[in-house]
């Protein structure tokens, strides 16, 4: 489910596009906030459709997520076209710290979204060309990597929203 629309990213990235989606994620983190602060555990535990993750696990899903996008764009930027793992996300949703509060990974949220901010506002055009290999989608460009992190938020901002609105 899509809510926001698959993922599009343009044929010709320019570090404008970048300056959007790194306003997108600069922001985030204050939205996030302002959508699940004061929600109760009954809130937390809403989901957006029948066997879906819960508002909780949508929250801890998405700092999973960009950490591990970080690093990719990290390790794009930093070595020759390396194989990244895959994340297996779903395994990753139901383990114990996924019953925590909200609020650690809102923290590492800040933490992570401030460095991508920062890295994103240090790339040049080339730098957006680098790649590195998923090893099961294949090479990925950072101008896809930080499409994706700003997407991925507003993705699962968005069913948040719907299972708080059920």
Do not use: C
């Amino acid at each position: 489910m899509f809510p926001i629309g698959e993922l599009e990213v343009p044929e010709k990235v320019t570090l404008e596009n970048v300056q959007e989606w790194l306003k997108q994620i600069e922001s985030y983190t204050a939205r996030l906030r302002e959508t699940v602060d004061s929600l109760n555990g009954e809130e937390l535990s809403k989901t957006y459709r029948d066997g879906s993750w819960n508002v909780r696990q949508l929250v801890h899903h998405i700092a999973d997520s960009q950490l591990n996008m970080f690093q990719r764009l990290k390790l794009a930027l930093t070595d020759d076209n390396p194989t990244v793992p895959n994340f297996i996300q779903d395994e990753w949703a139901v383990q114990p710290d996924t019953e925590l509060p909200v609020e650690p990974s809102i923290k590492m949220l800040e933490g992570i979204n401030e460095r991508i901010v920062a890295l994103g506002n240090s790339l040049t055009e080339d730098q957006l060309k680098r790649t590195f290999k998923h090893e099961i989608n294949g090479k990925i460009t950072v101008a896809t990597k930080v499409a994706k992190l700003a997407w991925h938020e507003e993705h699962h901002l968005a069913h948040i929203k719907l299972a708080l609105a059920k």
